[in-house]
């Protein structure tokens, strides 16, 4: 459903890093031609292999990003959180969307069709610089996390994601609570382990008061603790 911009909306378009730096003039364009729409917790924003049409930023609510290979598997790329662009990296490699979007909240999102983005490319090139910017550093977290998969034992990679979502997502709530829903199979597929071993060690650490799990919300109560996990040495 088409959606008026909420007055902190503006802001967070402001603030957005594909259009960092920007002057007042261009901001004015971009806004003018974003599309709003709020969608409810559970609406697809855009299916994988689906044609790559428009880009996207999060004005409020939460987004994940997921792959699904050809058994059905899924695989939880990442969550998407208000003030994030999303959809930008398929849109300008003119192919297809190489992954699911989908709510996991009442969500408001703003978006910009191909043309009308080129277009502000074309008048504001800081806008391309961006985008590079943009692109590296997805690049250099998918990477991160392929590393991880490869040379680090489940317990670490756990603690890394827990980290990066509470980075993410928790540190503006004041706790160490990841302030949106989160199941054990989410962060099984988000470090590259099975169900199994995931409910193991969340469970371990729940017994040692590392954290809390409710209703698919997760609190880390030690973050010291969980850190010196994620730092141990060798494997």
């Not at 729409?37 to 880009?55: I, M, N, P, S, W």
């Not at 999060?58 to 899924?74: A, K, M």
């Not at 980075?167 to 949106?180: K, L, N, V």
């Not at 954290?211 to 919300?217: E, G």
């Amino acid at each position: 459903m088409q959606h008026d911009l909420p007055a902190s909306g503006t802001q967070v378009l402001r603030g957005l890093e594909l259009f960092s730096g920007l002057p007042e003039v261009a901001l004015a364009e971009i806004l003018a031609d974003a599309q709003i729409y709020e969608l409810d917790k559970d609406t697809v924003v855009f299916r994988q292999g689906e044609c790559a049409e428009h880009c996207y930023a999060l004005i409020t609510g939460r987004v994940r990003i997921s792959q699904s290979d050809e058994e059905g598997e899924q695989l939880l790329v990442r969550f998407i959180s208000a003030g994030e662009m999303f959809g930008t990296v398929a849109l300008f490699t003119g192919g297809n969307y190489p992954a699911e979007g989908t709510t996991t909240l009442k969500s408001v999102i703003a978006r910009w069709p191909e043309a009308s983005l080129l277009r502000l490319i074309e008048r504001h090139p800081r806008i391309a610089l961006n985008i590079l910017k943009v692109t590296g550093a997805r690049l250099r977290e998918m990477q991160e996390r392929l590393r991880e998969v490869a040379t680090q034992r489940a317990h670490r990679r756990i603690a890394r994601v827990l980290l990066r979502l509470h980075a993410q997502a928790g540190q503006s709530t004041g706790s160490g609570e990841i302030s949106f829903p989160l199941t054990r199979q989410d962060i099984a597929a988000m470090c590259g382990t099975t169900l199994h071993t995931a409910s193991r060690v969340l469970t371990d650490w729940e017994k040692r008061g590392l954290l809390t799990t409710h209703r698919s919300h997760v609190v880390l109560r030690r973050l010291k603790d969980i850190q010196s996990i994620a730092d141990e040495p060798g494997i």
